[in-house]
């Protein structure tokens, strides 16, 4: 570890506290209907969508009716994608002529982007054309962002409001989030990202030729092995500024490269890395400071931001440490520090970027649910692969992802307040509302959707020959590459032990039944939280009322998240990640 490295993460910390405020007040005026500098332009854009599609402004929905809006918006999109997917080569924008993907992996690929996961068990350059990267991905990753804000929206008004059963409408609140959110700041950003390098452009491939041709030993049909000499290289080209500031904006983490953004035409320059992972955590840190607006507690948001960034701060450390101290089992290899070399673990990562950079962007996309990467997590050290995973596990309430990572920690703070009423023998209260049997039922399901998901599919898959046939690591790190699948696929993330073959039937099929219930069998409690909160009346304070807006909530909340955390998991990580450090610092590999 460095001065240089903890400066570069400390200054991002900084950042991403200067930039709370601002944007927090921002979307706290959008969804509440506030007039904005925008609004002179957007306005009457947003009259004429409401007019074309017959939307009433004014009409406030029930809990039940705004969860059924958005899972008939999402079942449509999701559909309307996978067609696309299968007819791709029929359609326009295809100059490389991709075919049209087959069913397993066209599935996985619609329930990926719908659900924000953005889990590619393909490469993209290899594999999409570029009218299924923009109209059909990319539109994706603008519209599933914003369900996620819209939701988390809902979630902060069931909480604000009393003694109603309204929380807004669905398609009002998308429709703002995209034109007032989303879209100006992408066209900005998309900008920034041609400045340093990153390409946009429509033209078919380049061939070029190789100013030193490569020989390579290549194995034939019939198992025997020739030598090759390749003399000429196939250069990928493509709308990539476009899609990656979404990519990141949105926490959605697909990249059109199968490299992501370890890739230099998706992230060619340190300041595009910075960029990125400010993008990533910038809605996510935000809507703590807009909770604390619209709920009239300011203390409020900065206790939550203060958990997340507690959280934040444990993981970047562990993973900055682990990966700095390097293999021990690399004997005869100098992995110190010096003026010519990174030092510590620098497998699977771009020297330009380094352990500090590498360690901070594994740290930042799995503490939202992003999963962009600038360095193969498959590659970590048994430590620092395990902060991604704890990251997932937790709920991806790290800050989190767009709306998810808000609406996700809120559950948390119901259980933690529970549990202080369990302790001090009163009703729970939060901001006023009392917590009874119902939302504590609710938060409970959200939390039990995600770990049955999660370690059921993982225990069937290692047990069965289409699971582990997959694996290209034995021992526990295979193990740990079966559970990273399912953990990044229920939290929505996306990210991979890439060494995981995840291209086949079981696995396109099973991943995307596990994005599905991780995303939208979360929602639906979460919704029925804040319908129920909604209803209920404000009740004044008393000397018994746990407070939830100072430093021992804080602590409470994140003990909560801990604990349940480690209660659920710690099983699988140690007879995956920590055995397999255990097993490294014995000098015993497998």
Not at 196 to 223: H, M, S
Request: hydrophobic content about 50%; aromatic content about 12%; glycine content about 10%.
């Amino acid at each position: 570890m460095t001065a240089n490295g903890w400066f570069q993460i400390g200054f991002f910390v900084l950042v991403i506290f200067l930039i709370t405020k601002p944007l927090g007040v921002f979307l706290a005026r959008v969804f509440s209907g506030e007039r904005t500098f925008l609004d002179p332009v957007l306005r009457p854009i947003e009259k004429l969508v409401y007019r074309l599609t017959g939307i009433d402004e004014t009409h406030e929905m029930l809990w039940t009716e705004y969860t059924t809006a958005m899972l008939l918006f999402s079942g449509v999109s999701m559909a309307v994608l996978y067609l696309m997917e299968r007819v791709q080569k029929f359609l326009p924008l295809n100059p490389q002529k991709f075919a049209n993907l087959e069913p397993g992996l066209a599935f996985g690929t619609a329930a990926s982007f719908t659900t924000n996961t953005n889990w590619q068990a393909y490469s993209g350059e290899s594999t999409m054309s570029y009218f299924t990267q923009m109209a059909g991905l990319a539109y994706h990753n603008f519209a599933s962002a914003a369900v996620g804000v819209a939701i988390a929206v809902a979630v902060i008004r069931g909480i604000a409001r009393k003694e109603t059963d309204k929380l807004g409408n669905f398609w009002v609140d998308m429709t703002r989030c995209l034109l007032w959110v989303l879209l100006p700041i992408c066209l900005v950003g998309s900008l920034v990202f041609v400045s340093q390098g990153v390409i946009q452009n429509l033209k078919p491939y380049t061939t070029v030729e190789l100013i030193e041709p490569q020989t390579l030993q290549v194995t034939g049909a019939d198992g025997k092995t020739a030598t090759q000499t390749v003399t000429r290289q196939v250069i990928a080209q493509g709308p990539v500024a476009s899609q990656e500031v979404i990519k990141e904006f949105g926490t959605n983490g697909g990249g059109f490269f199968g490299a992501n953004s370890a890739h230099p035409f998706e992230n060619p320059t340190p300041f595009s890395n910075f960029f990125q992972v400010v993008l990533i955590f910038a809605i996510p840190s935000a809507l703590t400071y807009t909770l604390g607006r619209m709920t009239g507690s300011q203390r409020h948001g900065w206790a939550v931001w203060a958990a997340m960034a507690v959280l934040f701060l444990a993981g970047i450390t562990t993973a900055y440490w682990a990966e700095a101290r390097g293999n021990p089992q690399l004997a005869g290899i100098n992995e110190t520090r010096s003026a010519m070399q990174s030092g510590g673990n620098m497998e699977g990562k771009e020297v330009r970027f380094g352990i500090a950079n590498s360690a901070l962007f594994a740290t930042v996309t799995t503490d939202a649910s992003c999963g962009a990467i600038n360095g193969q997590h498959d590659s970590f050290t048994p430590l620092g692969g395990m902060v991604p995973l704890i990251n997932i596990m937790l709920g991806e309430v790290v800050f989190g992802g767009v709306g998810a990572g808000l609406y996700g920690i809120v559950v948390f703070v119901i259980l933690a307040v529970f549990i202080a009423g369990l302790m001090v023998g009163r009703t729970p209260e939060y901001l006023g509302k009392k917590i009874e049997s119902y939302d504590v039922k609710m938060a409970m399901l959200a939390i039990l959707i995600l770990t049955f998901t999660i370690l059921g599919f993982s225990a069937l898959a290692i047990i069965k020959p289409f699971g582990t046939s997959s694996i290209s690591n034995p021992g526990p790190h295979g193990l740990s590459q079966v559970l990273y699948a399912y953990v990044s696929s229920a939290g929505n993330n996306g990210s991979a032990f890439s060494g995981l073959n995840a291209n086949t039937m079981w696995y396109n099929t099973s991943t995307a039944i596990a994005q599905l219930l991780g995303r939208f069998f979360m929602i639906i409690p979460v919704l029925a939280i804040a319908g129920s909160l909604a209803k209920k009346r404000i009740v004044p304070e008393s000397v018994g009322t746990f407070p939830v807006t100072g430093g021992l909530f804080t602590g409470l909340l994140v003990a909560t998240i801990v604990i349940v955390g480690a209660l659920t998991f710690f099983p699988a990580l140690s007879l995956g990640p920590i055995l397999e450090h255990l097993l490294m610092a014995a000098g015993k590999s497998f």
